[in-house]
């Protein structure tokens, strides 16, 4: 086999390598979006209590309505995905941690539900 077939054979496994593993990050990428009626369920037994949803006005947390139209959480830290879920695993400011309290579905589920608020 010369030079140029065993750098064909291996750019060709590469690709196909790369593209099964686009294949299986999919769903795991789709099951993240979470479903808002489940959230607004999951929220209205966890998080009522302290943050208001249908306002911005403060409970004993924060108002989450139009929580992701914010540039900024109140911890200064960037408004997305990801900083919101922290704040849900981590907790922090007098709010408890509910890494170990909620599933991963149950906070995709929250994300999603705080993205129509």
Known sequence: MGTDS????????LAAALGATLLMAQPAKQAQGGDPAKGKTVFGTQCVVCHNADSAAKKLGPGLKGLFKKAK?????PCNEATVR?????????????????NAADKNNIIAYLKTL
């Open 6 to 13: 065993r750098s064909s054979l291996i750019a060709a496994s």
């Open 73 to 77: 959480l109140e911890n200064g830290k």
């Open 86 to 102: 922290a704040v849900v695993d981590d907790g922090g400011d007098g709010m408890p941690p509910f890494k170990e309290m909620l």
